[in-house]
Nanobody, 125 residues
Framework: VQLQASGGGLVQAGGSLRLSCATS????????VGWFRQAPGKEREFVAA????????SAANSVKGRFTISRMNAKNTVYLQMTGLKPEDTAVYYC???????????????????WGQGTQVTVSS
């Protein structure tokens, strides 16, 4: 099972990107989904998460007000809209899915069972 993260690229500071997370192996509506990122030399960190139904979301303080997570279950896809990008947002971004019977989400990467390969986001100053 693999998730496909896409949409990364090189953008100037202040610019925008929209990342997508899709899969043909899972019915994503059955899972909560999170985005994580890892910059060179740093640990992987939580970015945003969304519940199965899309009604509950969470975002890290560092991206609140700039990044928005959403999902379109009909397209089996989760999105991360990133605006106001900063050089410190440069990282490989990963999406992940987890079984969640509570209808919530998790900010802990070890609680996610399925991962994508990552997409590089580079923000130039």
């Amino acid at each position: 099972v693999q998730l496909q993260a896409s949409g990364g690229g090189l953008v100037q500071a202040g610019g925008s990107l929209r990342l997508s997370c899709a899969t043909s192996s899972l019915t994503l509506s059955h899972y909560s989904v999170g985005w994580f990122r890892q910059a060179p030399g740093k640990e992987r960190e939580f970015v945003a998460a969304i519940s199965r139904g899309g009604k509950v979301t969470s975002a890290a303080n560092s991206v609140k007000g700039r990044f928005t997570i959403s999902r379109m279950n009909a397209k089996n896809t989760v999105y991360l809209q990133m605006t106001g990008l900063k050089p410190e947002d440069t990282a490989v971004y990963y999406c992940a899915a987890r079984t969640d019977v509570s209808g919530g989400y998790s900010e802990r990467d070890y609680q996610y069972q399925f991962w994508g390969q990552g997409t590089q986001v580079t923000v130039s100053s």
